[in-house]
């Protein structure tokens, strides 16, 4: 059975060999028939190959270990690769509303509007079988590169059949109509198309700015990791200064916890090694760090918030502190 890098790099690739095909086609078709929604969405798919490229190589060198150059690995290379995939999707988009409003102001008519609607039902088509294989390998993968690219075609998906259904009402009006006048929806489809990838550019940049600006763990995730430290008292006191951060599919988890001050290094130990297990058969991925403390009774605020002591048992150390 392929390893879960192998699996990503397949489909990584799948996506790569995908938009080619879609970016032939399109660039063939919409300048055989002279239109700009298909065009914009060949920009759309030639954004999406690049993005596939990048994908493909984020997703192979995220993978190295860390070095002595790396010494937290390499996981951001994904997030960074994330943020230079929305700046090439937003020019795209500008460019697609300016083409649009060009031709919105001119006479220029579509040619043969049936082959449009062939060529988009076959990216929609291809689009989302792609994504769907993108989307699950990148949620088992926890890869914010791959999931990424998933969102650049499900975009894909929508935006096409937007494109096809207005190629297909021009299709179908000249069948009853000599002369229809409503060439107009070709280049207002095209904007639709680049509202779609503005939302989407807007969406991919937030998250990949995020991990790159060492945002915290969701906080599902946090509420995880405390469950796991409080269900290990009364060996754990109290626990404070939990800090956490993501890069790629790797996590740093890093936190204080309170023992008793007569309990052995070794034993202390032994806790701080049981906790940080059972962290690591949840985000096999993370790098845990415990940093142990006596729990001496000179409660500060931040000991108090996580202390997990009873009440009487908690002003029973303080007392025993306070007399020595």
Not at 250 to 266: A, G, N
Request: proline share 3%.
């Amino acid at each position: 059975m392929a390893s879960i890098q192998q699996r990503k790099e397949r489909v990584a690739m799948l996506s790569v060999a995908s938009n080619a095909v879609l970016v032939i086609f399109k660039v063939f078709v919409g300048a055989l028939i002279g239109s700009v929604s298909i065009l914009s969405e060949a920009i759309h798919s030639g954004m999406d190959l690049l993005a596939a490229v990048i994908a493909m190589f984020s997703v192979k060198t995220s993978h190295l270990p860390a070095d002595d150059v790396h010494p937290f690995g390499h996981g951001k290379v994904e997030s960074l690769s994330g943020l230079i995939e929305a700046a090439l999707i937003f020019i795209a988009a500008f460019w697609i509303v300016f083409e649009s409003v060009r031709k919105l102001t001119s006479a220029q008519q579509v040619e043969s509007p049936g082959w449009g609607v062939a060529v988009m039902l076959l990216s929609a088509v291809l689009n989302y079988f792609v994504s769907r294989r993108l989307f699950a390998v990148g949620k088992e993968a926890d890869s914010i590169a791959l999931t990424a690219d998933a969102w650049h075609l499900r975009t894909d998906v929508y935006t096409s059949v937007g494109v096809m259904l207005s190629l297909a009402v021009i299709w179908v009006s000249h069948f009853f109509f000599a002369d229809p006048r409503i060439h107009w929806l070709d280049p207002v489809a095209a904007i639709f198309v680049a509202v779609f990838i503005l939302k989407a550019a807007y969406d991919l940049s937030a998250k990949a700015i995020g991990d790159l600006m060492d945002v915290k763990l969701s906080p599902d995730e946090e509420r995880w990791i405390r469950s796991v430290i409080v269900s290990h008292k009364p060996d754990i006191h109290g626990y404070h200064q939990l800090k956490t951060r993501k890069a790629g599919n790797f996590r740093f988890i890093e936190f204080h916890i309170k023992v008793d001050p007569q309990m052995t290094v070794e034993a202390s130990h032994g806790i701080a090694r049981d906790v940080k297990h059972a962290i690591l058969t949840q985000y096999p991925a993370a790098t845990v760090t415990v940093h142990v403390e006596p729990c001496d009774g000179n409660c500060t605020e931040i000991c108090v918030a996580g202390c997990l002591l009873p009440e009487d048992r908690r002003r029973g150390i303080a007392r025993c502190a306070r007399s020595l």
